[in-house]
């Protein structure tokens, strides 16, 4: 699996990946910021008849496409106990989400991958990041976010509120071997959901 070191390229921890997203480049004049769609998924969150309404399946997520604000792409989705999303980032979206019932588990990468011309990458010690996010609690993400979500449950569902801006054009999906992250397809929305 490990590919010789020198041509792997090195993915190297970016200084703030908290920094505050300005809502991207390509944005309209309608555009949502994320601090608006962070009170979208919050609010939403909150709103328990539409939470209820949401089918839930043992056997795997389930999901309502939802209208998110100023053309933003927005989803409830029902994660089953142990399920998980792998690997991905949302290429140029920036986009935040909340747990609206049980808890889920994101891990995340503090790095910014390059964009196209690699097949693998050795990530560098330190860029692991780790949050809990128990029912209402919920985080914004800017562009090229890298991450995995988990509801870590043996018992319990969970559900939460997403939403991105601009909406999806593609996910690029990982494996991940200790620290090489492997790209193993790209995908449309239409695919992910
Ligand atoms: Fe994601």
Redesign the pocket.
């Known amino acids: 699996m490990s590919s010789p070191r020198s041509a792997v390229p090195t993915a190297a921890a970016v200084p703030s990946p908290s920094a505050p997203v300005t809502g991207g480049s390509a944005t309209s004049p309608t555009a949502p910021t994320v601090a608006e769609l962070m009170d979208f998924v919050r609010s939403t969150a909150r709103d328990e008849a539409l939470i209820a309404s949401l089918p839930l399946d043992p056997e795997g997520r389930t999901w309502i496409r939802l209208d998110g604000p100023g053309g933003s792409e927005a989803w409830l989705i029902g994660w089953p106990p142990g399920t998980g999303?792998g690997w991905?980032d949302?290429a140029d979206s920036f986009g935040a989400f909340t747990t609206a019932a049980g808890a889920l588990k994101e891990h995340s990468l503090a790095v910014r991958l390059p964009t196209d011309g690699w097949k693998t990458l050795e990530l560098t010690d330190g860029v692991d990041r780790s949050r809990e996010l128990a029912t209402g609690q919920g985080r914004a993400f800017g562009q090229n976010h890298v991450?995995e979500?988990l509801n870590e449950s043996e018992v319990a569902h969970a559900v939460s509120v997403h939403a991105y801006y601009p909406p999806l054009p593609r996910i690029r999906r990982f494996s991940r071997t200790g620290a090489v992250l492997r790209l193993e397809q790209t995908e449309r929305p239409e695919d992910w959901q």
């Open positions: 999303t991905h949302h991450h979500v």
